[in-house]
């Protein structure tokens, strides 16, 4: 089994900064890739940014140049660092790892998301 825990959400005004992270931890051989989704009510959940094992990483158009994931392979985490918040940003954030378990069998895990509000 794998856990995921975030951490790092709250209020903040429009133009502000949050950091989230999260920890993977449990039964990990290796993670292939870690990243973060958000769900706005009433919508379905998206992704924000990814980055995979390598380094490589990708991002929503929509947080292109606002938003840096970042990732430490040794503890096992990734963090996201927002800037120039914006109340469309508004969201619960979920963390997301492709986790392989062993040599030969890998799987998605989710963490339970935490809530980020962008208002004045």
């Known amino acids: 089994q794998v856990q995921l825990v975030e951490s790092g959400g709250g209020l903040v005004q429009p133009g502000g900064s949050l950091r989230l992270s999260c920890a993977a931890s449990?039964?990990?051989?290796?993670?292939?890739?870690m990243g973060w989704y958000h769900q706005a009510p009433g919508k379905q959940r998206e992704l924000v940014a990814r980055i995979r094992s390598d380094g490589s990483m990708n991002y929503a158009d929509s947080v292109k140049g606002r938003f840096t994931i970042s990732r430490d392979n040794a503890k096992n985490t990734v963090s996201l660092q927002m800037n120039s918040l914006k109340p469309e940003d508004t969201a619960v954030y979920y963390c997301n790892a492709d986790v392989n378990t062993n040599k030969f069998i890998a799987g998605l895990y989710w963490g339970k998301g935490t809530l980020v509000t962008v208002s004045s």
């Open positions: 449990g039964n990990i051989f290796s993670i292939n890739s």
